[in-house]
């Protein structure tokens, strides 16, 4: 049995806005162990980066504040430990690469000084001896004449390589957590493979516990050992990778798993859409959130949020189909293709 | 860094080649013979002549520039003629007096700064409310305005400090040497200041709200950096970065402002005598004034382009 | 500003909505607003830009009655309890009284109405100064955006060369030059103020030429001149509508400053700056009412443009959306 590294229960994060109270987050609960990577995925407004962010504690209050739950990191809540805990923790054992590496990396400092000091932050190096660190550390993520590189500025390196950059800080200090805000998304489709395989080897190499929050199931089929599906707040699904994509149990994941496009079907191949629009999260329903834009939707759907039906081991859904319904509706949708996992 | 300067220094040729081309069309393209304007209402033909041969009036128009640019390189602002004196020698005496003043208000606009960022980092409180609102109220003060309160309170009502005139000795011609001095600069500076102080507070703390919202100041929290360091070291250069360009634009309107402080509390400087000569309709002298304090403006943004490229690496290394 | 992901679909085109896609803590209302209730919103949570709007109005409502007074010649040309010139020596340096409100002046003239009809000179130069400034910023500015190229280059190197030097000395010269009075005060500030204008509108236009909308009617056949105008112009708009704002203080104030300098907007006629210019000896002596309403007046229509541009800005700058 691999160490369990974290354990988030419940956890609920709301806004309070102007326009009203959003629940960002609403009562997520997931699990991550040493070596394992899980895939946060959802469209814009799921709550997936708000998960991420309340795991960091980093939530901007205000607006924001976690209202409720538990984030249990070794045996500690972080949710209870001070400020001051938290930032020995952040950077050290949780660390966090974000989506835009273009606005992520402060433009004023050294590539060099910006590793060098979580370094010096969390083990206490000398000067030297964590610039010495950084040059490895971007040696390590293949950033090419590292002796060179560690003394430029942000702007003169390109996106994939700022990217890069920031794995190497966010491994520095060897953490047990990364999580990765959907780090290729604003980088060429050439190099995020790159930075995808960066990662990966980063985590063999670390033995981390990886987070990767996206909103492209292809990435989560590669990188991912399991998978949560998140919308509107809420944990639709979640499973093993393989269970979740070929024995899919919400026509949420349906509508995700059909938008794919599928690798054996070369011609005509049509992509469904999800009909409706992503939700407003200000006016959310009572129940399941993707209520109101379902093909199978039930009176019941809007009122009350379904509890946890575990349909395999491993296994979780929310829906208020019942599982027989569910599996005679899949068995009459077109037939889902998975991209392999390379 | 060499190529920015050079690049820089180009910049500021082209800059004064066009001060100058405003200045000569506005002189001389106006209807009507510009001698007569040079040479004041009551001037004589023959001085009226004796200056039109001097502007070659009766060349064309690229020779009355040339000579023009001539005149202002070898620093020939013509002749006062209320005075009779060159202008480049009322300039002379009455800069320093000036530049004490534009001194003393740009080292109270640096107040500004940390005002602002204080605001920033209390967003949301009373603290930055009250703040803000002053500042808003206060920028929105014509100088002029805030010169009269100022010399009214201070001066005639409270009668705490000389609110007309200037007095004592300088050391090193700007920095007071006796509270004579001092006490006659106090509320022309502050009035000047002021203003300045509350359009800077408002806009860095506007930038630095910006700046710690950043992606890069979310990225240093991340790491686990102390709030302390994460606000002096990852957002303070950043969010003072704008502010500097902002206020070396508004030594513009501190040019301005020096003019019309002076004139309120009547002292002595470049501002003062060009409102004698515009009451005067001494026209040398208003040239002369106002090519002075835009060749001061020029070059004072020049220093702080040349600060911006310091603190910020982008532009070091274009 | 946590969730920025972009509005990019799951797995290819469409699975998300083609509307933009609020963020977590500022999210999409039930019917997406257009971009002017959008902005209402967030002006209207702004109480100083409120305030601002209210003096602008109170302003506009009194500038326009002067002016329409004046041109129409009802009432004597003025709408005010007194003629504001009309000298009375047995009256002269009265203080605030039910009859005279804000007192009367060194020869008797009534304060209120005077500061009242000055209003117009204010709102007079302020709109037209602006509307110079702002014809030929919009002029120039989308030809310099749009065409880019060697128009372009010509048309910002002139900007610059506006830019990098003290617009207000040169205001004076100006006026100074021109000769006194109302008309070439705004004619000079006008002339050296479009600079600003030009600048904001082509930095917009750039920022949006390129998007779709653009493509799209330039590929349905529409041709330059009703794209920059039908397309390009109105949605680059919202910063010139902040500089315009402001730009009305500012003309507002260099009017005041020359007057009081005693080269704007010359005596008899009341004007903000002139009244306080000649008024301010008989602060010193004590009669502070003279002296004291036309600054009020000056220095609370300046903060109306000010404060309400200042929420403008904020209202529509999408970097402090939350």
Same mark, same amino acid.
């Given at each position: 049995m691999a160490e369990r590294l974290l354990e988030v229960t419940d956890l609920s994060t709301h806004f309070f806005t102007y326009a009203g109270e959003v629940k960002a987050v609403d009562g997520v609960s997931f699990t991550l162990d040493r070596d394992e990577t899980l895939g946060i995925v959802g469209e814009s407004g799921s709550g997936k980066t708000v998960t991420a962010m309340s795991v960091m504690r980093l939530i901007p209050d205000p607006p924001g504040r976690i209202v409720g739950g538990t984030i249990v990191h070794k045996g500690r809540d972080l949710l209870a430990v001070s400020k001051e805990e938290m930032s020995d923790i952040r950077g050290n054992d949780v660390a966090m690469i974000f989506q835009d590496p273009m606005t992520s990396l402060n433009p004023v400092f050294k590539i060099g000084d910006q590793i060098?000091?979580?370094?010096?932050?969390?083990?206490?190096?000398s000067k030297r001896e964590s610039w010495k660190m950084a040059v490895d550390l971007l040696a390590k993520v293949g950033i090419p004449d590292p002796e060179e590189r560690v003394n430029q500025y942000p702007f003169e390196y390109s996106g994939g390589m700022r990217q890069r950059a920031m794995i190497a800080m966010a491994i520095s200090c060897n953490p047990d957590i990364l999580i990765a805000d959907e780090p290729t998304t604003a980088l060429d489709v050439t190099i995020q493979a790159q930075i995808m395989d960066v990662i990966r080897e980063m985590q063999a190499q670390y033995h981390s516990g990886v987070i990767m929050i996206t909103h492209d199931l292809g990435v989560v089929a590669q990188m991912a050992d399991k998978v949560m599906v998140m919308y509107g707040g809420?944990?639709?699904?979640?499973?093993?990778?393989?269970?979740?994509y070929y024995n899919a149990h919400h026509p949420y994941t349906w509508g995700l798993l059909g938008s794919l496009p599928r690798l054996d079907e070369t011609e005509k191949q049509r992509l469904t859409p999800i009909e409706g629009q992503p939700p407003n999260l200000l006016l959310l329903p009572a129940g399941c959130p993707f209520s109101g834009r379902c093909l199978y939707e039930m009176p019941v759907c809007a009122g009350e949020f379904p509890a946890l039906e575990m349909v395999e081991p491993g296994h979780g859904v929310h829906c208020w189909?019942?599982?027989?319904?569910?599996?005679?509706?899949?068995?009459?949708?077109?037939?889902?293709?998975?991209?392999?996992p390379s | 860094m060499y190529g920015y300067i050079a690049r820089r220094l180009v910049q500021l040729v082209f800059v004064l080649i066009g001060v100058s081309i405003i200045t000569f069309l506005i002189m001389f393209l106006i209807p009507g013979n510009p001698a007569y304007l040079?040479?004041?209402?009551?001037?004589?033909?023959?001085? *009226?002549?004796?200056?039109?041969?001097?502007?070659?009036?009766?060349?064309?128009i690229y020779v009355q520039y040339g000579r023009f640019v001539d005149r202002l390189v070898h620093g020939n602002f013509g002749e006062s003629y209320q005075f009779e004196r060159p202008v480049r020698q009322m300039l002379q005496s009455a800069i320093p007096n000036t530049a004490q003043l534009a001194v003393a208000a740009v080292l109270i606009e640096l107040l500004g700064i940390p005002l602002g960022i204080y605001s920033a980092l209390r967003q949301y409180t009373i603290w930055d409310s009250t703040l803000t609102t002053t500042a808003l109220i206060i920028w929105g003060i014509p100088v002029f305005v805030l010169a009269v309160f100022m010399q009214y309170v201070f001066g005639v009502y409270l009668g705490i400090l000389p609110f007309y005139g200037t007095g004592g000795s300088t050391f090193l011609w700007v920095i007071p040497a006796d509270w004579n001095n001092l006490s006659h600069?106090?509320?022309?500076? *502050?009035?000047?200041g002021i203003i300045e102080v509350a359009y800077i507070s408002y806009m860095q703390r506007a930038s630095m709200l910006e *700046?710690?919202?950043?992606?890069? *100041?979310?990225?240093?929290?991340?790491?686990?950096?102390?709030?302390?360091?994460?606000?002096?070291k990852h957002s303070l250069k950043n969010a003072v970065i704008p502010v500097l360009t902002i206020a070396g634009i508004d030594l513009g309107a501190l040019m301005g402002g020096a003019i019309l402080t002076e004139t309120v509390f009547s002292r002595y400087g470049v501002g003062l005598m060009v409102y004698n000569a515009i009451n005067a309709r001494d026209l040398p002298v208003v040239v002369g004034g106002v090519l002075f304090a835009t060749f001061v403006y020029v070059i004072a943004n020049l220093v702080v382009d040349l600060a911006y490229a310091y603190i910020d690496p982008r532009i070091r290394y274009e | 500003m946590?969730?920025?992901?972009?509005?990019?679909?799951?797995?290819?085109?469409?699975?998300?909505?083609?509307?933009?896609?609020?963020?977590?803590?500022?999210?999409?209302?039930?019917?997406?607003?257009?971009?002017?209730a959008d902005t209402w919103r967030r002006l209207r949570r702004n109480k100083l830009a409120l305030v601002g709007l209210g003096i602008i109005i109170v302003f506009l409502v009194i500038g326009v009655a002067q002016i329409i007074a004046g041109v129409t010649g009802i009432h004597g040309g003025y709408l005010a309890p007194y003629n504001p010139n009309a000298v009375n020596y047995t009256i002269a340096k009265a203080p605030p009284s039910l009859a005279h409100p804000f007192g009367t002046d060194y020869i008797g003239r009534d304060v209120f109405s005077r500061v009242l009809v000055a209003s117009r000179i204010s709102l007079l130069v302020g709109v037209i100064a602006v509307s110079i400034a702002l014809a030929l910023g919009l002029a120039l500015g989308p030809l310099s955006g749009y065409y880019g190229g060697a128009i372009d280059s010509v048309i910002m190197r002139v900007a610059d060369v506006f830019f990098a030097f003290p617009y207000i000395l040169f205001v004076l010269l100006l006026v100074v030059v021109l000769g006194p009075g109302f008309r070439n005060v705004f004619i000079a500030i006008g002339l050296l103020s479009w600079a600003s204008y030009a600048r904001l509108v082509r930095g917009t236009v750039l920022s949006i030429k390129t998007q779709e909308y653009v493509e799209a009617a330039k590929a349905a056949g529409a041709s330059d001149l009703r794209i920059v105008f039908g397309h390009v112009l109105p949605n680059s708009m919202a910063p010139v509508y902040v500089a315009i704002a402001m730009g009305i203080g500012g003309a507002i104030v260099t009017e005041a400053a020359l007057s009081f300098l005693g080269i704007g907007v010359q005596p008899?006629?009341?004007?903000?700056?002139?009244?306080?210019?000649?008024?301010?000896?008989?602060?010193?002596?004590?009669?502070?009412?003279?002296?004291?309403?036309?600054?009020?007046?000056?220095?609370i229509t300046v903060f109306g443009f000010i404060s309400f541009g200042n929420g403008l800005r904020d209202a529509t700058d999408p970097k402090l959306k939350e």
């Open positions: 060098a000091e979580v370094i010096r932050r969390h083990q206490g190096k809420r944990t639709l699904e979640d499973g093993p990778v393989d269970e979740v189909i019942p599982v027989a319904e569910r599996e005679k509706i899949r068995a009459g949708l077109p037939q889902f293709v998975h991209r392999v | 040079l040479a004041g209402k009551n001037a004589t033909p023959q001085r *009226v002549a004796e200056i039109s041969v001097e502007l070659g009036l009766n060349k064309p600069l106090i509320l022309p500076a *502050v009035t000047l *700046v710690i919202r950043s992606d890069y *100041v979310r990225t240093a929290r991340a790491k686990g950096l102390p709030e302390r360091s994460v606000i002096l | 946590t969730d920025t992901e972009s509005a990019a679909s799951f797995a290819e085109p469409q699975l998300d909505s083609p509307l933009p896609v609020g963020s977590e803590n500022e999210p999409v209302s039930a019917k997406p607003l257009g971009l002017w008899p006629t009341a004007s903000w700056g002139n009244m306080i210019s000649d008024y301010l000896n008989y602060l010193q002596a004590g009669q502070w009412w003279m002296e004291l309403f036309p600054c009020l007046a000056l220095v």
